[in-house]
Each structure stands twice: as C-alpha cells, then as structure tokens.
C-alpha cells in the first residue's frame, strides 16, 4: 500500500473527482479526511463505502473559502490524528462546463473571476497556510492542487474558471520554490473534461464528441484517471518531484 498511514486530507470530497481520490487514498492504506461543504449525507456515504472495502475516513465540514473554518478543521485534525500528511486541494465553487450557457468576455463582471477565484485559490490558500506550519514541524508533506487542461488549451473559452485554475498552478509553483527546503512537495493534476461530473453533467454530446475527436486515447477523463495522477504525487515514488503540473487528459494537452 503506498499511502499507508498517510494523514490525508481532501477537499471537496462528497462527490466527483474529490470522492474517486478519497476512495482510492483509502483504498492504499490512508486515512482520509473527507471535507464538504454543504452535503453531509453524500459525504458520509463516501465514507460508508471507504470503510465497508476495508478502508478508514471521516467525513469534515469546512467551507474552505473561510479561514476561520478551516484552521478549526486542520486544528480538529492534528488534534485527533496527531499529523497531516498530505491535502489535495480538489474544491471549487460550482461549475457548469455548458458552451452555450456560458459567459462570453464581454458578458463577464469581475465579480464572476472573484467567484471562481475565491473556491480555487483563496481556498488553497487557505488550506496550505493552515497545514504548512505542521508539515514544516514534520519536515515532510505533499500538497496537490486540482487545476484544468483549459489553462493550456482553452477548447471552450471558460474565462472565469480558466483564470482561477491559472492563479492556482501559479501559487503551486511559488510554493514548491519555497516549501521545498522543508521536505514539502507541491504539484498540480490538470484534468481534461471530467465525465460523469455535477460541471460536466451539462456539457452537451456534440462538445463531448468534439473533444474525444481531439483526443489521442479517444475518451474523456474519468474521476478515476484523475485520482491515479493524484496518489502518484501523494506516495513517495514522487518524492523528488515539485512544482510541476501533470495533464491527465488522454493527450489532448501535450507539453
């Protein structure tokens, strides 16, 4: 099991990419902290499942756009596991990834990028400040961020959530730089369109046709795809990679 023992926190949990992360760090020997915002019963059925395959999590509600909410919950989380040794950064304001409900560039407020930059980076920010000072103590730890194929190939223009995802790969790297003295890693997973998703639940079969013709493994992501790339970064065969950014998109991004 790569993740034995491992403190592993993960946001936005409930449902999607963050539930297929959560299932699969238990799966190899984690104890995985289940954060979500609002869907206390979706979040607990992740952790029912976790636990009848074998595995230990606990769900933990934290709107991770608060501060004070969080330095409750990772202080809540030292205090019953004595660490953290990991947090994926998977949460986001809610996104729906529908081409012909979206904002044009000349349809956006500011207050559309302050929405999405809010639930990607001020949330990571969040997360890392609060976690940081125990990795540092530990002089290990690994911080995964959750950011998009669109930031490199922006095949729908989605300008608010794009530019979120971008901020985010830029506070990864700046903190790689920095945290990387203390033992602590820092990398993001960028996914291409993620199905079935509650963002990509709307996204037409003509753009998701579109996109497979573009893709050289002819597919879309599945959460299970993306949850691969993320314990990779989380177990020590990545322990000397930092600051890096892994397309998990079937070759759609090649760089």
């Given at each position: 099991m790569i993740l034995k023992d491992k403190i592993i926190l993960v946001t936005g949990a409930s449902r999607g990419i963050g539930a297929a992360v959560a299932k699969k760090a238990?799966?190899?020997?984690?104890?995985?902290?289940?954060?979500?915002?609002?869907?206390?019963?979706l979040a607990g059925q992740v952790?029912?499942?976790?636990?009848a395959n074998g595995g230990q999590a606990a769900p933990l509600q934290a709107d991770v756009r608060d501060e004070v909410q969080v330095e409750e919950m990772i202080n809540q989380i030292i205090d019953s596991f004595g660490g953290i040794d990991v947090v994926v950064n998977n949460a986001l304001?809610?996104?729906?990834f529908n081409p012909k409900t979206r904002k044009t560039a000349w349809e956006l407020e500011w207050a559309d990028y302050d929405q999405q930059i809010a639930g990607s980076l001020q949330g990571a920010f969040h997360i890392c400040k609060a976690a940081m000072p125990y990795m540092k103590q530990q002089m290990s730890g690994r911080i995964i961020n959750i950011v998009s194929n669109l930031i490199d190939f922006p095949v729908v223009p989605y300008h608010d959530y794009s530019t979120a995802k971008?901020?985010?790969?830029?506070?990864t790297r700046n903190l790689a730089?920095?945290?990387?003295?203390?033992?602590?890693?820092?990398?993001?997973?960028?996914?291409?369109l993620t199905y079935p998703t509650d963002s990509?639940?709307?996204?037409?079969?003509d753009v998701?046709?579109?996109?497979?013709?573009?893709?050289?493994?002819?597919?879309?992501?599945?959460?299970?795809?993306?949850?691969?790339?993320?314990?990779?970064?989380?177990s020590d065969w990545a322990s000397f990679i930092t600051g890096q950014c892994i397309n998990v998109d079937g070759g759609l991004v090649m760089n």
């Amino acid at each position: 099991m790569i993740l034995k023992d491992k403190i592993i926190l993960v946001t936005g949990a409930s449902r999607g990419i963050g539930a297929a992360v959560a299932k699969k760090a238990a799966s190899e020997g984690a104890f995985v902290i289940v954060n979500y915002l609002r869907n206390e019963q979706l979040a607990g059925q992740v952790v029912s499942e976790i636990e009848a395959n074998g595995g230990q999590a606990a769900p933990l509600q934290a709107d991770v756009r608060d501060e004070v909410q969080v330095e409750e919950m990772i202080n809540q989380i030292i205090d019953s596991f004595g660490g953290i040794d990991v947090v994926v950064n998977n949460a986001l304001n809610h996104y729906t990834f529908n081409p012909k409900t979206r904002k044009t560039a000349w349809e956006l407020e500011w207050a559309d990028y302050d929405q999405q930059i809010a639930g990607s980076l001020q949330g990571a920010f969040h997360i890392c400040k609060a976690a940081m000072p125990y990795m540092k103590q530990q002089m290990s730890g690994r911080i995964i961020n959750i950011v998009s194929n669109l930031i490199d190939f922006p095949v729908v223009p989605y300008h608010d959530y794009s530019t979120a995802k971008m901020a985010l790969l830029g506070y990864t790297r700046n903190l790689a730089k920095e945290l990387g003295a203390f033992g602590i890693t820092v990398n993001a997973v960028s996914p291409g369109l993620t199905y079935p998703t509650d963002s990509s639940s709307e996204t037409k079969e003509d753009v998701r046709e579109m996109i497979i013709g573009l893709t050289p493994m002819h597919r879309l992501a599945m959460p299970e795809d993306i949850a691969g790339a993320v314990l990779f970064l989380a177990s020590d065969w990545a322990s000397f990679i930092t600051g890096q950014c892994i397309n998990v998109d079937g070759g759609l991004v090649m760089n």
